[in-house]
């Protein structure tokens, strides 16, 4: 019944800049928090950024603070994820989850089938 569309992946290089998109069903979008994870090969998924169901409050891993910006318009079920200042290490597969609550962290109960995101140097 709930669906994560994520679009925007594609090969840049370093230094570069992409925008992902999550489109969402709208049941419960506008009510819960939204956040983005990547997995790059050989490694575990790891958590990239998430946004409140407001928009008020985000949250990001270390490696990506100052270039990546999360934002959500939920008027349109949509979450974003820009990413500026690109480098190799950013390659992976991104994925977008949708939360169990309006508040950060307290779980993902959905999740998009990814986008390839490829950084060459």
């Known amino acids: 019944q709930v669906q994560l569309v994520e679009s925007g992946g594609g090969l840049v290089q370093a230094g570069g800049s992409l925008r992902l998109s999550c489109a969402a069903s709208g049941r419960t979008f506008s009510s819960v928090a939204m956040g983005w994870f990547r997995q790059a090969p050989g490694n575990e998924r790891e958590f990239v950024a998430a946004?409140?169901?407001?928009?008020?409050?985000?949250d990001y891993t270390d490696s990506v603070k100052g270039r990546f910006t999360i934002s959500r318009d939920n008027a349109k079920n949509t979450l974003y994820l820009q990413m500026n200042s690109l480098k190799p290490e950013d390659t992976a597969v991104y994925y977008c989850?949708?939360?169990?609550?309006?508040?950060?962290?307290?779980?993902?109960?959905?999740w998009g089938q990814g986008t390839q995101v490829t950084v060459s140097s």
């Open positions: 989850a949708q939360g169990a609550t309006m508040v950060l962290h307290s779980g993902y109960d959905y």
């Open positions: 946004i409140s169901w407001n928009g008020r409050s985000t």
